[in-house]
């Protein structure tokens, strides 16, 4: 079930562009050892998604800081950029994007959205930067459209 208010699809899109133009578009996740609280230890996961970690064994990104005063992820930035409030998601860390969209939408986004944040997410968690994320975004967005056209 949904655990806080509306946020559309613009919104979301717009929140996303919003702090990637703060953080830039090379922006990349923090390395471990230069910021260990960007980073959730595998027993710390959503039991849910335990099996959720890093590439080669490193613990998984993480929405928000350890001490719960900062976004740190993109998909966390741009959903507290757009209303959610830090404590919310924290609540979600080690969760999938799609899957914490959904715990915190209401009403739930189309699950083409929830693919994009999740593309995003994988680009970032790999280490890619945030111009490489929001682009993978969009391109989900934008082949999911044009399948949907397609089969029409």
């Known amino acids: 079930m949904p655990t806080f208010a509306a946020i559309t699809e613009d919104q979301l899109t717009a929140a996303l562009h919003a702090v990637v133009a703060d953080r830039?578009?090379?922006?990349?996740?923090?390395?471990?050892?230069?910021d260990p609280e960007a980073y959730v230890e595998p027993d710390d996961h959503h039991p849910l998604f335990a099996e959720n970690s890093g590439e080669h064994g490193l613990p998984s990104c993480r929405y928000v800081s350890a001490d719960g005063h900062r976004p740190?992820?993109?998909?966390?930035?741009?959903l507290h950029r757009a209303g959610v409030p830090l404590h919310v998601l924290a609540d979600h860390e080690g969760a999938l994007a799609h899957v914490v969209l959904d715990l915190v939408i209401d009403p739930v986004l189309p699950g083409l959205v929830a693919d994009a944040a999740r593309a995003a997410q994988n680009v970032q968690d790999d280490g890619g930067t945030s111009g490489d994320a929001l682009a993978a975004y969009h391109n989900v967005l934008i082949a999911g459209r044009v399948m949907n056209r397609a089969s029409a």
């Open 24 to 34: 830039g578009l090379n922006w990349t996740y923090p390395d471990i050892d230069t």
């Open 72 to 78: 740190m992820c993109l998909i966390g930035a741009a």
